[in-house]
């Protein structure tokens, strides 16, 4: 790889890493801002609703536009990235104002803004990841992309669950209920504004920072691609049109899950946040330790054997810095790495075949989280998180099934495929509702329902029909 383009993939990966910690600390958020605002489950779910409702809206204008010009085409990727982060860090700067003015409106409106700005930096960053460096390799530079998004999601919720339920506590008055009382964390510990002023704050100035580093690096000038396609052929193929579905199910089940994830501790455990956090970064953890084992599995670079053990080395490493990073013990996390053998079990039966891989790690989300709801305690808390480890690679083999084909409609095919991250905007209010009106619990058979879709899609959804 060139030493520009090299570079390029540098800065873009720190991009990568960015907008998948800040993307999961909505996790953290959820259970602030339930407990400040006094929210039903259902009305906390709506910070989901906002921020990934804002990818759909972006993505439809984005499609609209489309239709008589590729707006990327005009603007080029890196101003589009760099758009994209100053919207980013301005939505991130409203958190302040919201959060001073104690208006649960205004944080919803921020996290919208927010959405809106990673819709661009999705639609900019994707494919210019795979086009400033040689076609075959394209995949692996998204794969590393990728992986390091999940290391952000992974120590989102440890970091961010410190730095909003522990650390910036200590910052300004404590909020106050409608009683005129303390609002305590779980530890007893007040909530203040600051809470979340102080980190968001730091995050627009690292967006900055980022637009200026993209801004003064020479990245490599790249084209769009002259035969793009215009009007709406790209419905036309039936994996596009089902495939939509299935990023929506899989976004809105992987969300809805991880939104969740702190309350069901609180009520089925009796976790605090400061605990539960921790668990929540195993859940995500596990995307980061099953897209790293995914590269490999689905390399030809390996042997058999040294792909098997490359995989096992990968896998221990990860789920290394999970551990020393979640502070737990290895007493209380060991099931996880059971879970782990399942998982790379799994690789192996699937044999590198997109739609075999998913079908197989849908079905077995799917039986993890029936067999969570007919357990209880610890034995359902485990399989719980251990559905971040078949998550993992869903997103690139369902994206990779549903443009197969498309030949010049791929650009549009992608931007439907975009819209579909909607699901985690709608699936997680489904569930918030079955929260309130049965129990946490037994809310998780909504995302149950979202892997019977998967499971069909990696069966027979994905066959284009079009010869």
């Known amino acids: 790889m060139k030493k520009n383009n090299a570079l390029a993939l540098t800065v873009l990966t720190a991009l990568f890493f960015m907008w998948g910690f800040i993307t999961c600390l909505n996790d ?21 609703l906002s921020f990934f409702g804002a990818y759909f809206v972006g993505s439809l204008l984005y499609l609209i536009l489309s239709f008589w010009r590729d707006p990327i085409s005009i603007i080029g990727y890196k101003k589009g990235i760099i758009i994209g982060l100053i919207v980013s860090a301005t939505a991130c700067l409203m958190f302040y104002p919201a959060a001073e003015s104690h208006q649960f409106a205004f ?30 390799t394209a995949s692996s530079r998204l794969n590393l992309s990728q992986g390091f998004n999940s290391f952000g999601t992974t120590i989102a919720p440890i970091i961010g669950g ?30 203040t504004a600051s809470s979340v002023q102080i980190p968001y704050f730091i995050f627009a100035a690292i967006f900055v920072l980022l637009a200026l580093v993209v801004f003064f690096t020479p990245l490599p000038e790249v084209t769009v691609h002259k035969d793009v396609a215009t009007g709406f052929g790209s419905l036309k193929h039936r994996n596009l049109t089902l495939g939509f579905f299935a990023i929506f199910m899989y976004v809105g089940a992987e969300v809805a899950i991880g939104s969740m994830m702190i309350n069901y501790l609180k009520e089925s455990m009796s ?32 042997s058999r054997i040294k792909k098997s053990i490359t995989m096992v080395l990968v896998a221990l490493i990860a789920f290394g810095f999970i ?48 067999l969570a709801i007919l357990t209880t305690g610890a034995v359902s808390m485990w399989l719980i998180i251990g559905v971040g480890l078949f998550n993992s690679i869903m997103w690139s083999n369902i994206f990779t099934l549903a443009i ?22 709608l699936v997680p209010p489904l569930q918030g509702f079955f929260a309130d009106t049965f129990s946490v619990h037994f809310s998780f058979v909504v995302p149950l329902l979202c892997y019977i879709y998967l499971i069909f899609y990696g ?6 029909m079009i010869d």
């Open 28 to 48: 953290i958020l959820v259970p602030y801002l339930k407990k400040i605002f006094d929210l039903s489950y259902t009305q906390a779910t709506l910070v989901q």
């Open 107 to 136: 944080f919803l409106m921020a996290l919208f803004v927010l959405g809106i700005g990673f819709t661009i930096l999705q639609i900019a960053a994707n494919p210019y990841v795979a086009i400033i460096g040689p076609e075959k």
């Open 162 to 191: 410190y730095l909003i339920f522990h650390y910036f506590n200590q910052f300004g008055a404590p909020i106050l209920n409608s009683a005129g009382v303390k609002i305590l964390s779980d530890t007893g510990l007040p909530l």
């Open 271 to 302: 976790f605090p946040e400061m605990t539960s956090k921790s668990y929540l970064a195993f859940y995500w953890g596990g995307l980061m330790i099953g897209r790293f084992a995914g590269s490999i599995a689905l390399s030809d670079k390996f």
């Open 323 to 370: 551990y020393f990073a979640s502070g737990l013990s290895l007493m209380e996390i060991w099931p996880f790495l059971l879970i782990i053998v399942l998982n790379l079990l799994a690789f192996y039966f699937s044999k590198s075949s997109p739609n075999r891989t998913l079908l197989i790690f849908a079905s077995i989300a799917m039986t993890l989280i029936g």
């Open 404 to 425: 197969s084909g498309l030949g010049k409609f791929a650009s549009q095919g992608s931007s439907i495929l975009i819209m579909a991250i909607v699901g985690g905007a």
């Open 459 to 464: 069966l027979n959804g994905y066959k284009s």
